[in-house]
């Protein structure tokens, strides 16, 4: 592949999501260089209002819809799924995320658009799947995270803790993302070397129980004694959190703490004694860690060969050297500005796979998405424009005009 071109490229996704599973997984494929078109509602995705907000511009939206093309269409109106349907036959993948059911209602759903277009690759995140007797019911992310035995297992790791802990980090949602932006990679090159469409359904559900690797098989096959943990520990500013995972980590620990007596302490000799004596290992620890800032806990323990790490701030992580080093993050820019998002959490040697500059205004690529996908006149677009079938951007006024 020539250097710089991205892998995707010639690729376009139609894409009908909205909140965070769906666009993520767009997103991921617009990073790598597909075309994706972002057919939003007239009123625009509901995640354009999500703070933190900047001149009335969400960078929330933004780190989940950069590089991508936004046009503003009615699906209600018979013309606005006309539109969607005309576009879908113009495009390689089609991706959403409602729920079962809609689409069809729509008549944009795979049956529909595949017995026109039988090579297409058809992407449908939900909550449970588009089968089964729990299809049909709403589901978000913190609702998957409590269903899918995952806050469970995660309370069942704490102690002294009564109840299940407040969820604000949406796990499935990402995961979900990921799962389908590989399956219609996989698809596509099913397409490619026997021609043939695809139908995928990716359950934010299935996706979470897939993440619990060691509780799958725990809960078949409970073992007789808790398996031990990583803690944090505290250190003098702070917390740190140590991982001696194999012996020769635990006898690089045991020097490095100034504890060379642990290597002979029957508790500590064996991995054995040391998975039952656990607690107290990371006790003794821990009255090392204690009279130590986080750093210098980190930078001893590093240098010797154990892995450590202090407990970072999402801030703090960003601006760390790693990260800045690897250009972990790139910058975007919407209607207020710039901003950092990460990029793709995978490097191409050619540097072809990075987040994309711009963040689309609602509706700003309608009138071209029309005019040159689909071939319409200037006098076909105004009037869509005029019925309300459709939202352009203007540019000229900054404002949507309908």
């Known amino acids: 592949m020539n250097s710089g071109v991205k892998p995707l490229s010639g690729i376009r996704v139609l894409d009908f999501t909205s909140m965070i599973a769906g666009p993520y997984c767009s997103r991921l494929l617009a990073d790598s260089g597909a075309e994706v078109l972002k057919l939003e509602g007239l009123s625009g995705d509901h995640m354009r209002a999500g703070k933190p907000l900047r001149d009335g511009h969400s960078t929330y939206f933004g780190h989940l819809n950069c590089g991508k093309r936004s046009l503003a269409v009615d699906l209600k109106s018979a013309e606005g799924r006309s539109i969607a349907v005309d576009l879908a036959a113009q495009s390689d993948v089609v991706l959403e995320n409602y729920r079962p059911s809609v689409m069809k209602r729509l008549g944009l759903d795979y049956a529909s658009l595949a017995s026109t277009h039988p090579d297409l690759i058809y992407c449908a995140i939900s909550g449970f799947g588009q089968t089964g007797p729990r299809s049909g019911q709403p589901a978000y992310a913190p609702i998957v995270h409590a269903a899918s035995g995952f806050d469970h297992a995660h309370f069942g790791y704490q102690d002294g803790v009564d109840r299940p802990a407040k969820t604000g980090i949406f796990v499935a949602d990402v995961l979900a993302a990921v799962y389908a932006f590989s399956a219609i990679q996989t698809a596509l090159v099913g397409r490619l070397r026997y021609g043939s469409g695809q139908f995928i359904d990716v359950a934010l559900m299935d996706s979470m129980i897939n993440l619990l690797v060691y509780e799958c098989q725990e809960a078949q096959f409970p073992s007789a004694t808790r398996r031990h943990l990583y803690v944090p520990l505290r250190a003098k500013d702070g917390f740190v959190i140590v991982a001696p995972v194999n012996p020769r980590n635990f006898e690089q620990m045991a020097d490095a703490t100034g504890n060379p007596a642990w290597k002979s302490d029957p508790r ?20 090392w860690t204690r009279v130590r800032s986080a750093r210098e806990c980190e930078n001893t323990l590093m240098a010797a060969g154990v892995p450590c790490s202090r407990y970072l701030t999402v801030a703090d992580a960003i601006a760390d050297p790693q990260v800045t080093s690897r250009g972990t993050m790139a910058t975007v820019e919407d209607g207020a500005g710039t901003f950092l998002v990460p990029n793709p959490p995978f490097k191409f040697s050619d540097g072809s796979v990075t987040a994309q500059r711009r963040v689309p205004t609602l509706g700003e690529d309608t009138r071209a998405v029309l005019q040159d996908i689909l071939k319409m006149s200037p006098m076909k677009i105004d009037t869509l424009v005029s019925n309300g079938v459709v939202w352009q ?3 000229a006024v900054g404002q949507t005009a309908s």
């Open 268 to 287: 500590f000799k064996t991995g054995e004694a040391r998975s039952a004596h656990w607690s107290e290992l990371m006790d003794e620890v821990e009255a």
């Open 393 to 395: 951007f203007n540019a």
